[in-house]
């Protein structure tokens, strides 16, 4: 018995909708196209809290008062909860 090689692709939109667009009441949403949404939305909000927190060491070396690092430490929390909120809120959207 041979074996037989069968490809294996990503299965094609098969509706004329565009991206983003919403699905009638009653029809399934696409779960590929959601997680891949998300996970862009994920990997953004990842990225720019890596952003704003590698940023902190230099913010330091500017400033060079030994306030700095208080001011520092008190403003990164509401930098990382405005980014969370945005995400949620992201998030919730895209699942509508």
């Known amino acids: 018995m041979t074996a037989r090689r069968v490809?294996?692709?990503r299965r094609r939109r098969v509706s004329g909708r565009p991206r983003g667009a919403f699905t009638p009441e009653g029809e399934a949403p696409d779960v590929g196209e959601l997680v891949s949404r998300q996970l862009r939305q994920a990997l953004a909000t990842v990225a720019a809290a890596l952003i704003s927190l590698?940023?902190?060491?230099a913010v330091a070396l500017w400033l060079r008062a030994p306030g700095a690092w208080v001011a520092l430490t008190l403003a990164v929390q509401?930098?990382?909860v405005a980014l969370a909120v945005h995400h949620l809120k992201r998030a919730e959207r895209l699942e509508r």
């Open 78 to 80: 509401p930098v990382l």
């Open 7 to 9: 490809p294996v692709t």
């Open 54 to 57: 590698a940023g902190l060491p």
